[in-house]
């Protein structure tokens, strides 16, 4: 073999099989050239051997070989290997049958080692999904329509769910009510739009508030996948990020507050309670103030006696936390009671004892205050629920509270001693991160301190005799002169301001500012003194956070909320200027289901943020283009001039999608529908402007159409289009369905063929509902399977009734019409079976009936459900042929029994001479595809004549009867009478 150069032949063949392995095949180029050009090298002689052989005739002769013959094994254009023989004892003539039967002998081996290589790889493609679906992280679920679960895929930690099998959601009782009803409504909308849906739910399982995400896709018709993934984790820092930037905000709150409160037992009352909200965990607390005489004092309390407190107090050593007094960061001690049993003398047990029940504390968290570097005061939060009351992120808020405590105590004794002495003041903001400054009444910097060459790039001396307006944002200056615009007689005024400055080096940073004025004598400003710090991380989380709230995730666009808040702000200029237009575009792309299903969900990620730039780059700037979830888009056109701008901006979009996307190296088309909703003058809410455009979308994908405008009677039809689904979805509960019968007639003899099944709804409120409104909206909303298997359960039955009470009446049979939607469900010849062997009645008695809209919209499919329903048995009619796609390069593919000419032919015959030529030409084509035929919709005696001299094989119509009731029906086959028309 070539894929193994040592390979010269089998074991036992040649005794000195050994050295010959040892000999590589590369070592003779003339005969690897041969090979890989395919050709059979045939010898009767050695000496016929060319010169270019070389060592191969010399090789030969060593191994006393006389003649020989090799043929390629061959694979595709590539030699793999080859087949030989030679003999020693003799020179041998090698005839032409013996070098035909060694050619079909190596044809045979690489049919063989191809067979092997596809199974190979079969095995390996088998191993690698295997291995995908093993590594997925989820739960892997299919249940049916009614959210029954049929399957799943599990690992080792969730044994619990292989009880689910068989059961439906609903009855599961680790699962909510309201969420199995949420599931189950998603199921219905992924099977009625093919569109993957999404659920988040919490259960009680395997542990209290567990998160999860259920992700819907269809399999077919009746089932969906659902992969349910735990994402209890993911809430969890979602639900911490929220909570830290409450937490962030409300601490700015708390500073502002204290920074315009003055330094009493009121103000440590108020940090206190202030702490006790804020730090989840905290029932009670109380803050020690160190005092002149090195011990701790107790200046506040919640839920103890300060009274009592206050004739307490303590030296570090003596303080009730111990371990080596307040220390320099926040720390835990848990069982308080029993440390005090353990560790604490008689005397500092008393004491703590007064201090207020130690007993009932399971754990307390100890917080130290820093000022200028020193403990000067110490927090206590305590807790009488549980010893995990305070978690990682408590203790963290915990720390960050006290160290803005110990930044505004500098910042009030700052101010405090700026007041009475520039000298006092100077000193303490040099110590201090934090910029702190003054300036003149002009606002002209006099003093900066040296943190300024660290926040801002520029030394003291730089700024001196500058304003704060040339160094902050162009878009802050005029808030700014707003906020520090105070009046003369507010001597006591102050306030916080945020804005961006300039650093030296041209970028901009936040800056959070306290700015204090200081008047004179006689009430004029002279000074104004600022502190500052900058803030620019926590700007950008919340400015992260917000962007987060109000934009999809995957293509950065607005999401459902920031859309709907300019739709409303666009309402509302519409109100104020009635000359105001806009429109609100609603696009849905079309079979995008298929790509995800075919090329994967991260291809189809790719599409969805590629098609984004596209309509980024067809509309305007100031319009918002916003992600709806799925590959739901929204557009809002803001200001146009009239209808033909918005259709103009359709027409664009969809010129930008006719050229395809390149995605990791794939080329993929897509079209979308979109649907137009302008804005009008009357009250309109956003969801009602919105759900005007959805539906336009779904009347232009109905139409085929690129793009249509909504008008009053879409709403008007979509509203009766619920209407009847609502009717329809209590039709199958209330047995408001029947069957009609229409008797198909044999044009040789005149006698009763067969009958079709037609479907009829009397509904309570409205009466007799015509199958052209309502089968349609069967269709859309998938309750057209339901419909469908009564109507072949009920055909089956009553045939099945008639085939036992009269079995003289030869070669009977229903048909049953079946719709796009059922055709496409998988199994549906067995599906078919079962139901005939249900109703025990004889399989050549039921026939199927479908269009050729059914069979063209996906040919590969309906070729193998067709031969699938050949091999049952069961025939297929193929209804109002010549009114669809009539093409015979197909129509030779499909198994078929019998054509039925559309009735619109059939009624015009003798009227227009083409209608007669295209039934005479069905008739020809049926008989040369060996094929019957059944006219449709046969009213009077000259069609019935025309068809006859046709030679047309069976007709049905009012000329012979309309649908009949199941008891009229039997009237003809008591009867067995003729139609009343002379078919003679």
Same mark, same amino acid.
């Given at each position: 073999m070539l894929r193994n150069t040592h390979e010269w032949c089998a074991e036992g063949i040649e005794s000195h099989i050994g050295d010959l392995q040892a000999v590589p095949i590369t070592r003779f180029p003339w005969w690897m050239q041969k090979i890989n050009g395919l050709k059979t090298i045939h010898i009767d002689c050695l000496q016929d051997l060319p010169a270019e052989a070389g060592r191969l005739a010399d090789f030969l002769r060593a191994q006393?070989?006389?003649?020989?013959? $090799?043929?390629?094994?061959?694979?595709?254009? !590539?030699?793999?290997? =080859? %087949?030989?023989?030679? *003999?020693?004892?003799?020179?041998? &003539?090698? &005839?032409?049958?013996?070098?035909?039967?060694?050619?079909?002998?190596?044809?045979?081996?690489?049919? *063989?080692? !191809?067979?092997?290589?596809?199974?190979?790889?079969?095995?390996?493609? !088998?191993?690698?999904?295997?291995?995908?679906?093993?590594?997925?992280?989820?739960?892997? =679920?299919t249940l049916d329509k009614n959210g029954v679960y049929l399957d799943y895929r599990l690992d080792a930690e969730h044994p619990e769910v292989t009880d689910f099998l068989g059961k439906n959601i609903a009855e599961l009782d680790m699962i909510p009510k309201e969420v199995a009803a949420?599931?189950?409504?998603?199921?219905?909308?992924?099977?009625?739009?093919?569109?993957?849906?999404?659920?988040?739910? $919490?259960?009680?399982?395997?542990?209290?508030n567990s998160h999860y995400e259920a992700r819907l896709s269809s399999i077919d018709q009746r089932r969906v996948l659902m992969l349910v993934r735990d994402i209890t984790a993911n809430k969890q820092i979602q639900q911490s990020l929220r909570r830290s930037a409450?937490?962030?905000?409300?601490?700015?709150?708390?500073?502002?507050?204290?920074?315009?409160r003055e330094i009493t037992p009121d103000f440590y009352q108020?940090?206190?309670?202030?702490?006790?909200?804020?730090?989840?965990?905290?029932?009670?607390?109380?803050?020690?103030?160190?005092?002149?005489?090195?011990?701790?004092? +107790?200046?506040?309390?919640?839920?103890?006696?300060?009274?009592?407190? #206050? &004739?307490?107090? /303590?030296?570090?050593?003596? %303080?009730? =936390?111990g371990k080596g007094g307040t220390g320099q960061a926040s720390y835990l001690v848990k069982n308080l009671a029993e440390v005090n049993k353990n560790t604490l003398d008689s #005397?500092?047990? @008393?004491?703590?004892?007064?201090?207020?029940? &130690?007993?009932?504390?399971?754990?307390?968290?100890?917080?130290?205050?820093?000022?200028?570097?020193?403990?000067?005061?110490?927090?206590s939060l305590d807790s009488m629920s549980s010893e995990d009351a305070f978690d990682q992120e408590a203790r963290q808020m915990a720390e960050a509270f006290g160290a803005e405590v110990g930044v505004v105590l500098q910042r009030l004794q700052l101010q405090a001693e700026a007041e009475s002495s520039e000298q006092r003041f100077r000193l303490l903001a040099e110590n201090m991160s934090d910029l702190v400054c003054l300036h003149d009444a002009q606002g002209r910097y006099v003093y900066l301190s040296p943190s300024s060459k660290n926040l801002l790039g520029y030394a003291p001396e730089d700024l001196l005799g500058k304003t704060l307006y040339e160094l902050i944002h162009p878009e802050d200056v005029m808030s700014v002169r707003i906020e520090l615009d105070l009046p003369v007689s507010d001597v006591q005024a102050s306030q916080l301001i945020n804005y961006r400055i300039r650093k030296s080096s041209g970028d901009y940073i936040w800056f959070e500012t306290f700015a204090q004025p200081i008047f004179d004598e006689q009430g004029q400003l002279v000074n104004l003194v600022t502190s500052s710090r900058d803030i620019t991380d926590r700007k950008q989380?919340?400015?992260?956070? %917000?962007?987060? @709230?109000?934009?999809?995730?995957?293509?950065?666009?607005?999401?459902?909320? %920031? /859309?709907?808040?300019?739709?409303e702000q666009a309402i509302k200029h519409r109100h104020r200027d009635p000359a105001v237009t806009f429109a609100v575009l609603f696009l849905d792309l079309d079979r995008f289901k298929v790509i995800n299903d075919s090329l994967g969900h991260s291809i189809g990620d790719q599409l969805l943020i590629e098609l984004a730039k596209r309509l980024q780059r067809s509309v305007r700037e100031s319009d918002t283009i916003a992600r709806l979830g799925g590959d739901e888009f929204a557009i809002l056109l803001d200001e146009i001039?009239?209808?033909?701008?918005?259709?103009?901006? @359709?027409?664009?979009?969809?010129?930008?999608?006719?050229?395809? +996307?390149?995605? *990791?190296?794939?080329?993929?088309?897509?079209?979308?529908?979109?649907?137009?909703?302008?804005?009008?003058?009357?009250t309109r809410e956003p969801h009602e402007l919105l759900r005007d455009a959805d539906i336009a979308m779904y009347r232009a994908k109905a139409l085929g159409a690129t793009h249509s405008v909504f008008d009053n009677s879409m709403h008007e039809i979509a509203v009766k289009r619920l209407e009847i689904e609502n009717y329809l979805r209590r039709a199958l509960q209330n047995h408001e369905f029947k069957l009609h019968y229409q008797p198909i007639v044999n044009l040789a003899d005149g006698g009763l063929a067969g009958f079709e099944a037609l479907l009829c709804w009397q509904q309570p409120e409205r009466g007799m509902v015509s199958p052209a409104e309502f089968l349609p909206v069967a269709e859309e909303t998938g309750l057209i399977i339901e419909i469908g298997d009564w109507v072949l359960h009920e055909a089956c039955r009553q045939m099945a009734d008639w085939e036992r009470r009269f079995p003289t009446v030869a070669n009977l049979s229903v048909s049953v019409n079946l719709s796009a939607t059922?055709?496409? $469900?998988?199994?549906?010849?067995?599906?078919?079976?079962?139901?005939?062997?249900?109703?025990?009645?004889?399989? !050549?008695?039921?026939?199927?009936?479908?269009?050729?809209?059914?069979?063209?919209?996906?040919?590969?499919?309906?070729a193998q459900v067709l031969a699938e329903l050949r091999v049952k048995g069961v025939k297929v009619l193929l209804d109002d042929f010549g009114t669809g796609y009539s093409s015979l390069s197909y129509l030779h593919r499909f198994p078929l029994d019998t054509l039925k000419i559309d009735r619109s032919f059939i009624r015009h015959m003798g009227i227009k001479q083409h209608n007669t030529e295209i039934v005479q030409t069905i008739i020809a084509l049926a008989r040369n595809l060996k094929l019957d035929v059944i006219a449709e919709g046969v009213e009077n005696s000259a069609q019935l004549k025309q068809l006859k001299d046709l030679a047309c094989d069976f007709a049905q119509g009012y000329l012979f009867a309309p649908a009949l009731s199941a008891d009229e029906a039997e009237t003809w086959l008591k009867e067995q009478v003729r139609p009343k028309c002379s078919l003679g």
């Open positions: 006393q070989v006389k003649s020989l013959i $090799v043929v390629p094994i061959i694979q595709g254009q !590539e030699a793999v290997g =080859f %087949l030989g023989f030679d *003999a020693v004892r003799q020179e041998k &003539t090698w &005839t032409a049958d013996l070098v035909a039967l060694l050619q079909q002998v190596a044809k045979i081996l690489a049919n *063989a080692l !191809e067979r092997q290589g596809a199974e190979e790889a079969l095995r390996a493609s !088998e191993r690698y999904q295997r291995a995908i679906v093993e590594a997925l992280p989820d739960l892997i =679920f949420e599931i189950k409504r998603k199921i219905r909308l992924t099977l009625q739009r093919d569109q993957v849906q999404t659920v988040e739910y $919490v259960l009680p399982w395997p542990k209290e409450e937490f962030q905000k409300s601490l700015v709150d708390l500073v502002g507050e204290l920074l315009h108020y940090l206190l309670e202030s702490a006790v909200k804020l730090i989840p965990g905290a029932q009670a607390g109380s803050i020690l103030l160190n005092g002149d005489d090195e011990r701790y004092h +107790f200046v506040a309390a919640v839920s103890y006696d300060l009274k009592t407190l #206050k &004739t307490i107090s /303590f030296s570090e050593a003596e %303080l009730l =936390f #005397k500092r047990n @008393a004491n703590l004892q007064k201090a207020g029940s &130690t007993e009932k504390i399971k754990v307390a968290l100890a917080v130290p205050i820093h000022l200028f570097g020193k403990v000067a005061a110490l927090l989380v919340e400015d992260q956070l %917000l962007h987060g @709230a109000l934009h999809d995730a995957l293509t950065n666009l607005p999401n459902r909320v %920031l /859309f709907m808040d300019r739709l001039s009239s209808e033909d701008d918005a259709q103009r901006a @359709a027409e664009r979009i969809q010129k930008s999608l006719s050229q395809p +996307f390149i995605i *990791a190296g794939h080329e993929v088309f897509t079209t979308a529908s979109i649907g137009i909703a302008l804005g009008s003058s009357g059922q055709f496409m $469900v998988g199994n549906l010849a067995q599906q078919i079976v079962g139901i005939i062997a249900k109703m025990g009645l004889s399989v !050549e008695r039921l026939k199927l009936e479908i269009t050729e809209s059914t069979i063209m919209a996906s040919t590969d499919l309906a």
